[in-house]
């Protein structure tokens, strides 16, 4: 039980290239989302999905796109790097989308963009 | 909107002493929960302790306890018996449905310090 990987663990883009962040899951859970952490500052909330084939916007959602193929993977797509989006990301899962469900964080990303 | 404050940036411990991290939070929604993550230099986050709305008891794990008094809407961490090892950052988050679509809504951190 890998619990919540994902790769890469470092990444450095220049301004205007693309990539994806992998995320991937192996405890069945329903609701995945993706975070960005900014030194200082608590995580905030980019992309959520409630299900496969279900995202929604979170907190931050410009400049990333999301999918939701099957309940194991969430991968987080960014269309144009630029600067601002030097951050730390975090997948995370849990169980459900209720509030008694404990959401369960993957080791990060830490992606520059010069 | 939700929002959580933590108004401690850094605290410091001695070894085997008790700590006590503050955290308050504001909601509208009847039904949340209350979350601690440990933060280690190495970056990632680990979930240590969760309180309902509706718990009667202060919820408990080893060395942890959740100090949760929800008349004046606060959740704060106790460390008991204080460890080298629990030096880190420390956050607090809470998750509702009604106004945030059960994302986790995090205060800004309290960095704890640990000396021996």
């Known amino acids: 039980n890998a619990g919540v990987t994902q790769t890469p663990k470092f990444q450095v883009l220049k301004t205007g290239q693309s990539m994806t962040l992998q995320c991937a899951q192996d405890?069945?859970?329903?609701?995945m989302s993706w975070y960005r952490q900014d030194p200082g500052m608590g995580l905030r909330l980019i992309h959520y999905?409630?299900?496969?084939?279900?995202?929604d916007q979170g907190e931050v959602p410009n400049g990333y796109n999301v999918s939701r193929s099957t309940t194991e993977d969430f991968p987080l797509r960014l269309l144009s790097a630029a600067p601002s989006q030097t951050s730390v990301y975090f997948c995370?899962?849990?169980?459900?989308?209720?509030?008694?469900?404990?959401?369960?964080f993957g080791p990060g990303t830490r992606l520059t963009v010069l | 909107a939700q929002k959580i404050t933590q108004t401690q940036p850094g605290m410091f411990v001695q070894e085997k002493e008790a700590v006590t991290l503050d955290c308050t939070y504001d909601?509208?929604?009847?039904?949340?929960?209350l979350f601690w993550y440990k933060q280690p230099s190495s970056g990632e986050m680990i979930f240590l302790i969760y309180?309902?709305?509706?718990?009667?008891q202060n919820a408990t794990e080893g060395r942890y306890s959740l100090n949760f008094q929800k008349a004046r809407k606060s959740a704060n961490l106790v460390i008991s018996a204080s460890q080298l090892g629990d030096s880190a950052m420390y956050f607090c988050?809470?998750?509702?449905?009604?106004?945030?679509?059960?994302?986790?809504?995090f205060g800004e951190g309290t960095q704890l310090t640990v000396n021996p």
């Open positions: 309180q309902g709305s509706y718990d009667q």
């Open positions: 988050a809470m998750r509702d449905v009604e106004t945030s679509g059960s994302r986790l809504t």
């Open positions: 999905s409630v299900g496969a084939g279900i995202t």
């Open positions: 995370a899962s849990s169980y459900s989308r209720g509030v008694v469900d404990t959401q369960y």
């Open positions: 405890m069945n859970h329903e609701y």
């Open positions: 909601t509208s929604d009847p039904s949340y929960g």
